[in-house]
């Protein structure tokens, strides 16, 4: 066993995005169907197994975690895994210690978060009418999000906000979406809805290219491209009239795989190395099958050995999902 999480292309692995829950308050469109079924809360790994699983890897080189899920801060006392992990904040293991979440929850949880060393979070936000976040997430309070978002600044917590492009929605919600993120002091990154889990919906008709949706920006905003690498997929543009920036994360339309640094791993313990690939490695049963980490390590050095150079995502009219698995199962 080598120290480090080296995978067949020399990619070497230091971040884990970690689901803890695959349930949610919301039912966004491009995420999950309103009669969604969640799974049953024994099949996902306890608290104990989380922090050993994460203090393994972390052992291994991974310096920075991202919980999410489903709705992270849902998992029922979700602060003592922060603060368990907070642990290798202190020493120095870890660099980072980060959640994606939809925000509904912040009011509540921004100063816990901030005290177990969390400095920066997304939130996910796609727009800012009322009557729009209530028709893309069909269960959301867009005021609840916003309560949540002014929380967590003033809890002191760096926000990132992250909106999924959709046709017919982002377009008419951009120039309000920057001009909010950026008078607020946080960046936004875009995302193309990926094909991942069935939709009560053809997935095309939501599609929009984020090549199409810069060229609708430029047509308001002076766009610099900038070299900043945050070490993940996106690539970012400076606003001439605000300073502030917008990443782009184009899965569909270019691949950004060659410097993938990430393992994911579900509420259940199935470790993913790439979000195309289908079944994943059972970690569950190597955390249960022994006390000691010797099994854990062995399925992880397998799993990582096999990490597939690319994914290579598609979205067809009536063509369905790539994989049956919905982003709320990996959190994106
Ligand atoms: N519930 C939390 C949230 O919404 O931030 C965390 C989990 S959510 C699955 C993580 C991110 O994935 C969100 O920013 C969401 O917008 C994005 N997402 C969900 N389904 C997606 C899809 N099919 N394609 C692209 N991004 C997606
Ligand atoms: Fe829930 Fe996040 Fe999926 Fe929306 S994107 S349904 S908030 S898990």
Redesign the pocket.
Known sequence: MSAFLTDGYGRTIRYLRLSVTDR?DLR?V??MTDDVVFLPRRELLSFEELDRLSSALIERGVDKIRI?????LLRKDILHLFQGLSRHLASGALRELTL???GTQLARFARALFAAGVRRI???LDTLDPARYATITRHGDLATTLDGIDAAQSAGLKIKL?A?AVRGVTEHEIDRLIAFAHGRGMDITL????P??HLDVDRADQYLPLDELRSRIAEHWTLEDIDDRTGGPARYVRVGETGGRIGFITPMSHSFCETCNRIRVSATGRLYTCLGEHGGADLRAALRGSEGDDKLNAAIDHAISRKPKGHDFEIRRHSGPALERP??VL??
């Open positions: 949610c966004c491009y995420c999410t899920g489903g709705e992270p994606t979440t939809n997304n939130v996910s992250n999924v995302i193309e809805t990926m991942l889990g982003m709320s959190g994106g």
